[in-house]
């Protein structure tokens, strides 16, 4: 709906990974470096960790865009939450064989060093790329292990990558996976975007999608998606893409800071739906930091007329000034007021987007 409204030629900001938004940021180029090192040497694991949505995928998809792709084939292996013998099978069929429901482990070995042997007789080697390595048990990482113990004319049968997030790294620390470790040429974490980098990927993806400046980004609007999200990327397309969905239903043609702190604070609304008191205090707190400080310092800072605001759960312990309201409450009732009518207008725009497609016909 929103690429309309601001003519974009597709939406910008898609969880599935897809080169064509792929970011060089520095933390990537240093980790396709290590990538490119470790396939350089033709054996043992290369390993890159990051968060979750740090761009893992996204930075395997662009390394294969670099190389050869006819000198490689390439197993991807993504449901890692099996057994060492399942994890084989996948393997296999990663790499275009029938595998045989029931048949016996050692049988499939042979089978696979013969499609090794294959590959490398028409010229390519054989890579295996794991994700979500930090869900395989100690079995199934050894069976990786094991797989590169088998050798072609002295030469190492398989090469493998594996993704994960952080906590595998702890996991490969181990006394139990040393032999693995032992195996392990390349390594890197791959951490998050900077606020300068931030800014400069959104940009990108704004104009690989045909962006010509509708809608118009503030500054303050970039440093408030940074603030929100720790520059992790599929934080930020998530955020991003719920600002333009905002932008397109309010009819504004600016992306501001106070835009996108409110789109955060209904996200983070949304999160604790089941816990309405949590969706409550996070929707109050939010709406007080996003609110404009024209006619005053904003609620969750210095209180009017008074010292700061350090009651329980973020609000006032103090009254008002004026009446002896409690501060909280009332804010809490404009809060809710502000919702309501916000809420309001958005349906009352999606209504006239739809009569307008209705009337115009399929």
């Known amino acids: ?46 390993v890159i960790t990051g968060e979750v949505g740090a761009g893992k995928t996204m930075l395997v998809e662009q390394l294969w865009l670099q190389l050869n792709r006819a000198t490689y084939a390439v197993s991807k292996v993504v449901t890692t939450q099996v057994s060492g ?31 090794v042997r294959e590959q490398r007789a028409a010229g390519r080697r054989c890579v295996l790329v794991v994700d979500e390595v930090q869900n395989l048990s100690f079995g199934a990482l050894e069976e990786l292990r094991m797989l590169s113990n088998i050798t072609v004319d002295g030469k190492a049968s398989v090469q493998t990558i594996l993704l994960g997030q952080p906590q595998f790294r702890p996991i490969l620390a181990s006394r139990d996976a040393e032999q693995l470790r ?24 704004m104009k690989t999608v045909g ?26 397309n998530t955020l991003c893409s719920r600002v333009l969905q905002f932008g397109a239903l309010e009819e504004r043609t600016a992306i501001t800071a106070a835009m996108v702190n409110e789109v955060a604070e209904e996200m983070a609304e949304g999160l604790n739906e089941g816990d309405p008191a949590a969706a409550f205090n996070a929707s109050a707190n939010g709406a ?22 350090n009651g329980r759960n973020g609000y006032a312990s103090l009254s008002s000034a004026a009446g002896g309201e409690p501060l909280d409450l009332l804010h809490r009732i404009e809060v809710l007021e502000e919702i309501t009518a916000r809420q309001d207008r958005i349906f009352q725009r999606i209504l006239k987007l739809l009569a307008s497609a209705v009337e115009k016909g399929p």
């Not at 597709?10 to 940021?25: A, C």
């Not at 393997?91 to 049988?107: A, H, L, N, R, Y």
């Not at 962006?211 to 930020?236: K, L, N, Q, S």
């Open 211 to 236: 962006w010509t400046g509708d809608p118009a980004w503030e500054a303050d609007a970039f440093a408030a998606v940074y603030r929100h999200t720790g520059g992790t990327p599929r934080r930020i």
């Open 288 to 309: 007080g930091h996003a609110r404009s400080t024209a006619n005053g310092p904003a609620l969750n800072g210095p209180a009017l007329n008074g010292p700061a605001l």
């Open 182 to 205: 032992q195996r392990v040429l390349a390594s890197f974490h791959l951490g998050p975007l900077s606020e300068a980098e931030t800014r400069l990927y959104i940009e990108h993806r």
């Open 1 to 46: 709906m929103y690429e309309k409204f601001h003519g974009l030629d597709g939406p910008p900001f898609l969880l599935t990974p897809d080169p064509r938004f792929f970011f060089s940021s520095s933390n990537h180029k240093r980790a396709i470096t290590h990538l490119v090192y470790g396939l350089d040497q033709r054996e043992g694991f290369i």
């Open 85 to 115: 013998d399942d994890l084989l099978r996948l393997v296999m069929d990663g790499f275009g064989m029938s595998v045989v429901p029931g048949t016996e482990k050692s049988i499939l070995l042979r089978e696979f060093e013969a499609m």
